[in-house]
C-alpha cells in the first residue's frame, strides 16, 4: 500500500477484489439537501485514487437521478471499479414521494433493464435486491436475479436488510456475494444472526450509514440542523429528545478519539472495519460523502487500530441508543427476525 491507498478484500468467494472501504453515492445528489456536482465529482476521483472500488448506489436514489450522475465516472473508469445497484423500491407513477417494494420477476426484468440503460453499461458487476418483499418468496426472486447473471447482464449477486432464514433461502438457490446492512457503532441489531450467517455462507457483509447518517461524526446535532430537503429530518433518532440522548453518546468515541488525535468519525470507521476481525468476515463499510478531503479522512481510518480497552469502552453504546434505526422498521432485517 503507497500514497494511502487502502487495502482490499473480497466480495464473497467468487467476487472480486475491492478496496476494503467502499463509497456510497446516494448523497451525491439525492437525500441529504443542496449538493455541489463539481465537488461530487471530485470526490468520486479522489476515492479511486486513494483505491476506493466499490461504488454503491440504487434505482431508487432520485428515481433513477443517482445511477445517471455517476455513469461518466463510471465509463471512464470501467476496468478499475465495481458498480453496485439496487432494485425493489418502485415508485408509483401518481406519487413520486411513494416507495413499493416489488420483488417480483417481471419487475426485476424491468427495474435491471432500466439501471443498465441509466449507467450506460453493459452488465451491473453487483445487483443487490434493495428490501424484501416478503409476498414473494425469496427463491423465486433470487431464481429470476440468477437468470441475469447467466444472461450476462450481472456478475454477482447481492441482498439488502435481509434476515439470516432468508439468506440462507437465497444463498441455496444461487450464491450470494454480498449482504447490505446497516452496521455501525449505534446499529448493531444485524450481529445477532445476519452477521454469522454471512460468516457461514462466505458472504461479505457491506455495511451501509457506518458513520450513523453522519450523527457519529458529529456534524449535527439534531434533525433541526439539517436542510429542510434532508431525509433525516424524518428518522427518529436524530429528532427532540432522542438527538438530545444520543448527543451524549458520543463522549467515550471523542474520549478515543482524542488518544488517536483523530476524528470522532475516524473512530467510528476504525470500529467498523474491526469488525471483520473480531466476527471472522470480510466487512466493507461505505461511508458517503460528497466532498474529496472527507474521502482521505475516511479512508485514512482504516490504518486505525482500536485496543482491547477501547473496544470495550465503546461496546455499551448501541444498547443506549434513543429511537430506531427507521421510523418503520418492518422493511429491516431487525424487523423481521
Known amino acids: 500500500m503507497t500514497d494511502g491507498r487502502i487495502t482490499t478484500a473480497k466480495l464473497g468467494d467468487d467476487g472480486p477484489e475491492v478496496g476494503v472501504q467502499g463509497l456510497g ?3 451525491m445528489n439525492f437525500g441529504y439537501g ?8 471530485a470526490t468520486l476521483e479522489r476515492a479511486l485514487e486513494l483505491g476506493v472500488t466499490l461504488y454503491d448506489t440504487a434505482d431508487a436514489y432520485g428515481a433513477g437521478e443517482n445511477e445517471r450522475f ?3 465516472f463510471f465509463k471512464a473508469h470501467r476496468d478499475e471499479l465495481v458498480i453496485a445497484t439496487k432494485f425493489a423500491l418502485s415508485i408509483p407513477p401518481d406519487d413520486p414521494t411513494r416507495r413499493v417494494i416489488r420483488n417480483d420477476p417481471p419487475y426485476i426484468r424491468q427495474a435491471v433493464e432500466a439501471s443498465l440503460k441509466r449507467l450506460d453499461v453493459d452488465v451491473i458487476d453487483l445487483y443487490y435486491m434493495h428490501r424484501r418483499d ?3 418468496p425469496i427463491e423465486e426472486s433470487v431464481g429470476v436475479m440468477a437468470e441475469l447473471v447467466r444472461e450476462g447482464k450481472v456478475k454477482h449477486l447481492g441482498l439488502s436488510e435481509v434476515t439470516a ?6 444463498h441455496a438457490v444461487h450464491p450470494i456475494a454480498a449482504v447490505q446492512s446497516e452496521w455501525s457503532l449505534f446499529s448493531r441489531d444485524i450481529e445477532t444472526n445476519v452477521v454469522p450467517a454471512a460468516r ?12 450513523g447518517r453522519g450523527f457519529l461524526t458529529g456534524s449535527f446535532a439534531t434533525a433541526e440542523d439539517l436542510s429542510s430537503e434532508d431525509f433525516r429530518r424524518q428518522q427518529p433518532r ?7 440522548a444520543n448527543g451524549a453518546l458520543l ?8 488518544a488517536h488525535g483523530v476524528s470522532v468519525g475516524q473512530i467510528a470507521l476504525a470500529w467498523a472495519h474491526q469488525q471483520s476481525s473480531l466476527h471472522g468476515l470480510p466487512v466493507i463499510p461505505i461511508p458517503g460523502t460528497r466532498k474529496p478531503s472527507r474521502v482521505e479522512e475516511n479512508t485514512a481510518a482504516t490504518r486505525i487500530v482500536l485496543t482491547d480497552d477501547e473496544l470495550a469502552l465503546l461496546d455499551p453504546i448501541a444498547a443506549k441508543v434513543a429511537g430506531n434505526r427507521y421510523a418503520d422498521m418492518a422493511f429491516t432485517s431487525a424487523g423481521r427476525e
Not at 443542496?34 to 465529482?41: H, T
Not at 463522549?251 to 482524542?258: G, L, M, N, T, Y
Open 238 to 244: 436524530f429528532t427532540g429528545d432522542n438527538a438530545t
Open 25 to 27: 453515492c446516494m448523497g
Open 165 to 170: 432464514g432468508e439468506l440462507h433461502a437465497a
Open 70 to 72: 455517476l455513469s461518466p
Open 34 to 41: 443542496p449538493s455541489d456536482a463539481d465537488a461530487s465529482r
Open 134 to 136: 416478503v409476498n414473494v
Open 251 to 258: 463522549k467515550p468515541i471523542r474520549s478515543v478519539a482524542e
Open 200 to 211: 457461514d455462507l462466505g458472504v461479505t457483509l457491506v455495511a451501509y450509514s457506518p458513520l
